[in-house]
């Protein structure tokens, strides 16, 4: 019988996730950019060409991948060991995908704005805006998108998984 059931389900879960090469979120620049991405892989593409930075991104996300792999698969075997566990990885990379919306407010709010590329952008942390761009003479206008994906929304559950996780293997003190 194993003592801490939750732990279990949650470790497993986050392996499945990050083994899982599916994105979690996707950002539509109004078709002029678009980034699919997820901890572990990106695609950028600029009018609907794939940028091969893609690719090298991608790489360094691969190899935080397989440290991912590597360090829940121990955290399992040591858990069935006997071994308490408390891994907040999959929490942590979860909740980080609700920042990317705010660093993105800031880039083309404040960043944009000083190279002279204003825009009547606020913040959308996800749904879809109707963007103006103004940039000297020209003026765009575009429909920003912001949404996640099947993907992103499992391991926010599985995420959750942590909070009994964590209530059933802490240790009280006396």
């Not at 979120?25 to 892989?41: A, K, R």
């Not at 408390?86 to 980080?96: A, D, E, G, Q």
Request: hydrophobic letters at 50%; proline letters at 4%; charged letters at 15%.
């Amino acid at each position: 019988m194993i003592k801490y059931p939750f732990t279990l389900i949650y470790l497993i879960s986050s392996l499945i996730v990050v083994l899982l090469p599916f994105y979690w979120w996707t950002y539509n620049f109004g078709g002029l950019v678009v980034i699919e991405t997820s901890p572990f892989q990106m695609s950028i593409y600029f009018l609907g060409t794939f940028l091969k930075i893609s690719n090298v991104i991608s790489a360094a996300q691969e190899a935080f991948r397989i440290f991912l792999i590597i360090a829940i698969s121990r955290d399992i075997y040591l858990f069935l060991k006997g071994k308490i566990i408390r891994n907040r990885i999959l929490p942590m990379l979860t909740v980080s995908y609700l920042v990317y919306p705010i660093i993105i407010y800031i880039v083309i709010t404040y960043l944009m704005s000083s190279y002279g590329i204003h825009s009547n952008y606020s913040f959308l942390e996800m749904g879809e805006e109707l963007v103006s761009v103004k940039y000297e003479n020209a003026d765009l206008l575009l429909t920003f998108t912001f949404y996640p994906q099947i993907m992103y929304w499992i391991a926010l559950a599985i995420s959750f998984l942590f909070i009994p996780s964590y209530l059933e293997t802490r240790k009280l003190k006396k």
